[in-house]
């Protein structure tokens, strides 16, 4: 498998500039604004963050490559897919879906292929995610791709007036 990845909906590809307007759409609404704090939904930092992704190499060792998801149908990009590799062939994987396409199965299909992807082509051992407790439908995706929970970080966040706790979900290769 190489990239993209192809699935049967999406294509997980690299930014390009002219996925700016739909990155500052996804970015602005406040479910991500808040856990996204290094893209700001602005064309500057939107164009910073596409320039910065695409002089990484693919899925380097400590940076966050993130890939967009691209709808096969109509070649919008309907959210953000990426992976850091860590030490330890460990990595951290994450993703932000654009309020409209939420519902539709997206992130599950490319969750699943990100992690066939790291253990066949990455060689990894471990793929894990993290959340808070109050974002269910990212730890229901966690466990929909055989994610098992593994930690519950009791108040590890203040925020919007009460503190949150941190979950951490994870799958082996073996798995």
Same mark, same amino acid.
């Given at each position: ?8 909906? %999406? ?5 390009? @500039? ?10 602005? @609404? ?49 959210? %953000? ?10 990595a951290l994987i994450g993703w932000a879906l654009g309020v409209d396409y939420r519902g539709h ?47 519950? %970080? ?22």
């Amino acid at each position: 498998m190489t990239l993209p990845i192809l699935t049967e909906r %999406l294509i997980l590809r690299r930014f390009t @500039h002219k996925d700016i307007p739909a990155i500052i759409e996804i970015v602005s @609404h406040p479910s991500i604004a808040r856990i996204t704090t290094t893209i700001k939904a602005n064309e500057v930092s939107v164009k910073a963050y596409v320039d910065e992704q695409n002089t990484y190499k693919p899925f380097e060792k400590g940076k966050y490559y993130d890939l967009g998801m691209e709808r096969k149908a109509d070649g919008r990009v309907v959210g %953000l897919l990426g992976l850091m590799c860590e030490d330890h062939q460990q990595a951290l994987i994450g993703w932000a879906l654009g309020v409209d396409y939420r519902g539709h199965g997206y992130v599950t299909e490319a969750a699943r292929a990100l992690i066939a992807y790291g253990f066949s082509e990455l060689r990894l051992h471990r793929i894990y995610a993290k959340t808070s407790n109050i974002n269910t439908a990212s730890w229901r995706v966690m466990e929909r791709v055989g994610m098992r929970k593994e930690a519950q %970080l009791r108040e590890v966040e203040w925020r919007d007036g009460e503190w949150i706790d941190g979950l951490i979900y994870a799958i082996l290769a073996d798995e």
